[in-house]
């Protein structure tokens, strides 16, 4: 009884750590507070579920403002900003302790220049003022105007809109 | 210890996490916090001025050659006989010439990238969102520095540094000018100079601060050695949520996609905690789920209305 206990547990985390990447119906990712599951990617289209905080969703595409995902319960739309992309912290957790096993902790991703420095508070705390680097910022400084051609080279037009207020 | 104030400075990075930095920097904010309401009422009506404390020795590195000296405003109140920084209402002028120094030792820490086609992008993109914003008329400075690290600064007076590293990760020009906007943001609420005009109204190390800016050449690169460690620092939580708010706001008004910062925000959650790269960033910002929680309760349906901005990943100037 005992053993099949810790089978299951073992079969228990094994799925876990495994999912993410056997997510084929689209990305992982982690529901980050309660939303309304939508039929379309309309605020008014109808509910068709309903997303609870650190649910695990697949993401299957994005729309806009937008993601369709999949849920165990249901399918449809959520607002982009309702979904973190990747797993649940748990499986964070697993990566990290395999990283730090395999020696690749502190680094994460490959990076091949070597003797760039990384800015750590004891390199900021360090730091001397260079005054030729300072100049050499200076030198790119643009008006208002050179950014307005830039914008318009791109097909970029200003939008007025109002500064959002602070949720509570 | 007045090492330690000082480096109130510049604060800011941008994209992280927020935890509590190290001790000191607890304390500090903590103190600050508590203690800075009552002092700047006081100030504010009574006129009382605070005792310039530190004495100005601590500081080791001869750092800079100072900027122009912001003579011109009429000083706090404590030695009328010499110019000095006004930190109870500082011009433009002084603002900028405080953000210069900050700056120049972050460059110090970790120089622009030698690409003067990617510094001038980086130059057009954050003038075209800093133009959305109220002070559109800040000579706003922008650059891209050496560093593998995923972070970005600004420093009172609008200057703004992103981390070659942070670069490399974005995929469209709207993350760009979502990350910058988050910086403009910064100098434009004038989160930096709020932390370092309390500090000086408190009396810390006010000696030395207005020297440094104010008159002598020589104190100003003595103290100034340590301006980069300000952006070691954090803001206040709640300055790192306006920031987003108004970073996202910034870019949308500049016509591009609206979830360009968002996008970098999740990049950087799924970038391991462990990893050095993040460091910095997870030390000085709030998490990025709840940054993005955060925004998300914020924008809500108040967006929905929007045309769909531009994401230009086309544009995005590639590095090699």
């Known amino acids: 009884m005992r053993n099949c206990l810790k089978l299951l547990i073992l079969i228990g985390l094994a799925t876990s750590l495994a999912s993410p990447i056997l997510g084929l119906a689209g990305d992982a990712g982690t529901a980050l507070k309660t939303d309304t599951i939508r039929a379309e990617p309309f605020a008014d289209a109808k509910t068709v579920g309903s997303l609870a905080k650190n649910d695990a969703v697949d993401i299957l595409t994005k729309k806009g403002a937008w993601l369709q995902i999949k849920t165990k319960k249901s399918a449809g739309w959520v607002r982009l900003l309702s979904v973190k992309r990747g797993a649940s912290s748990s499986a964070n957790n697993g990566k990290g302790v395999i990283d730090v096993a395999s020696g690749r902790a502190g680094t994460g991703q490959v990076v091949s220049t070597t003797g760039i420095r990384g800015l750590s508070a004891e390199d900021l705390k360090a730091a001397k003022f260079n005054e030729e680097e300072m100049k050499k910022m200076e030198s790119h400084t643009l008006s208002a105007r050179d950014g307005q051609s830039f914008a318009s080279a791109g097909g970029l037009n200003a939008v007025k809109l109002a500064y959002l207020k602070g949720a509570k | ?320």
């Open chain 2, 1 to 320: 210890m007045n090492k330690l104030l000082f480096s109130l400075f510049l604060a800011a990075g941008i994209f992280g996490t927020f935890s509590i930095p190290q001790a000191q920097a607890l304390d500090f904010g903590k103190v600050l916090k508590d203690a800075v309401k009552d002092k700047v009422e006081e100030v504010k009506n009574g006129g009382e001025t605070p005792a310039p404390a530190a004495s100005p020795n601590n500081a080791s590195s001869p750092a800079v050659e100072t900027s122009a000296s912001p003579a011109a405003t009429p000083a706090v109140a404590t030695s009328p006989a010499q110019p000095e920084f006004n930190w109870k209402n500082p011009s433009q002028q002084e603002e900028i010439a405080l953000g210069r120094e900050i700056t120049g030792s972050l460059l110090g820490a970790a120089p622009l990238v030698k690409d003067e086609a990617l510094q001038k992008y980086v130059n057009q993109v954050g003038r075209w969102v800093a133009n959305q914003s109220e002070r559109a008329d800040l000579p706003w400075k922008f650059g891209v520095i050496e560093s593998n690290d995923l972070n970005a600064f600004a420093a009172p007076g609008g200057y703004v540094l992103i981390t070659k590293g942070l670069y490399q990760k974005l995929h469209s020009e709207a993350q760009l000018a979502g990350v910058l906007g988050h910086e403009i943001a910064h100098v434009v609420k004038k989160h930096q100079l709020k932390v370092l005009q309390k500090q000086q109204l408190l009396g810390y190390g006010a000696g030395k601060l207005s020297d440094l800016l104010g008159k002598n050449d020589k104190l100003a690169k003595k103290a100034l050695g340590t301006g980069a460690e300000i952006s070691a620092r954090s803001l206040d939580k709640d300055a790192e949520f306006e920031a987003d708010r108004m970073g996202m706001i910034l870019a949308t008004r500049a016509g591009y996609d609206a979830y360009g910062l968002a996008d970098v925000l999740q990049t950087i959650g799924q970038t391991n905690k462990n990893d050095s790269s993040v460091a910095l960033l997870f030390k000085t910002h709030p998490a990025p789920d709840e940054r993005l929680a955060k925004l998300g309760d914020s924008v809500g349906g108040n967006l929905d209305n929007i045309k769909a901005g531009k994401t230009l990943e086309n544009r995005l100037y590639k590095l090699n």
